[in-house]
């Protein structure tokens, strides 16, 4: 006889349910996960919005409930977003993940490099049946569904501090989390971005740059820009995170007083094992306590 299955206790934490965005008709599934205290608080509590939710929100709720459990970090309520079904996930990340077709020159194979990277992409899009620039553009349908849709919908259902809003994403879905900061006047005020390049910004990068350093955000930014160490052994990859960590530079240059970011490398991750890395690193130092392990055990009633 078949026992029933009992998930762990922080799973058992997670909601479901499934938003058609307005303006693709894409459909997309939210998970949503509260801390334990939330139920015996009234306190509203910062939120993290996580892109490829299917994939990393079991380690996100880890890494989540650990930190809030020990006392190292603030407890957060946890929003995971992914395509339905499961298998255009990859498709639609890259059409919402990428604002802009990548150049020529970022399609170019790196010296060093076996093939270019984009061909993948260009086989995607044959298998489909399209063309190589139909998988880009689709940042602005995408943030506008995070911002009209999900957000008025996780915040009628749970208490979210607005002051206190996050998005976490790992390489495609670093690059969003960026296109979400050049924005500057947005929701989101809190970025962890994983491993992310420009080469979907490229094109129109100069002049947004420009205009995030003359607008002014509504509340202080602060990024977590985590890469593996063992990536940039990779032709392209190191390339690509490099590009990357110029663009933060540029970015804190551009505003120091309103954008606080903070650029760590670990050795030896690759592009698989780093995003976890980077989460847990970006949460602590997000919405960190600033107490150590033993510290925070004492500080506890």
């Not at 020990?70 to 990859?90: D, F, N, R």
Request: glycine share 8%; net charge negative.
């Amino acid at each position: 006889m078949q026992e029933e299955l009992k998930l762990p206790g922080p799973m058992q934490r997670v909601s479901h349910r499934q938003i058609t965005a307005e303006l693709s008709g894409i459909n997309y599934n939210i998970w949503c996960w509260t801390p334990p205290v939330y139920d015996t608080s009234e306190d509203s509590y910062p939120l993290l919005v996580l892109l490829d939710g299917e994939m990393a929100m079991g380690s996100a709720i880890d890494i989540l409930s650990m930190q809030s459990s020990i006392g190292e970090a603030q407890p957060v309520v946890l929003a995971a977003v992914s395509t339905e079904p499961a298998e255009m996930h990859m498709v639609q990340r890259t059409i919402d993940y990428s604002a802009e077709v990548p150049t020529d020159a970022m399609r170019a194979t790196p010296p060093g490099a076996p093939f270019s990277f984009w061909s993948i992409y260009e086989t995607m899009a044959s298998q489909l049946g399209v063309q190589f620039e139909d998988l880009f553009g689709g940042t602005d349908a995408f943030y506008s569904f995070l911002v009209k849709q999900l957000l008025p919908a996780v915040q009628a259902d749970f208490r979210i501090d607005t002051s206190e809003i996050g998005i976490a994403g790992h390489s495609s879905g670093g690059d969003f989390a960026v296109d979400t900061l050049l924005r500057k006047d947005t929701p989101f005020s809190r970025f962890i971005v994983s491993s992310f390049g420009t080469d979907v910004l490229e094109q129109n990068l100069a002049e947004r740059e420009a205009r995030f350093a003359q607008l002014t955000a509504p509340r202080k930014l602060k990024v977590f820009c985590g890469y593996g160490g063992g990536e940039q052994d990779d032709p392209f990859l190191t390339q690509y995170i490099d590009r990357g960590v110029d663009l933060m530079q540029r970015l804190q240059a551009a505003d120091p007083d309103n954008l606080e970011v903070t650029i760590r490398g670990f050795e030896k991750e690759l592009h698989g094992s780093v995003f976890f890395h980077n989460l847990s690193s970006g949460v602590r130092e997000l919405w960190g306590t600033g107490l150590g392990f033993v510290d925070a055990l004492a500080a506890q009633p």
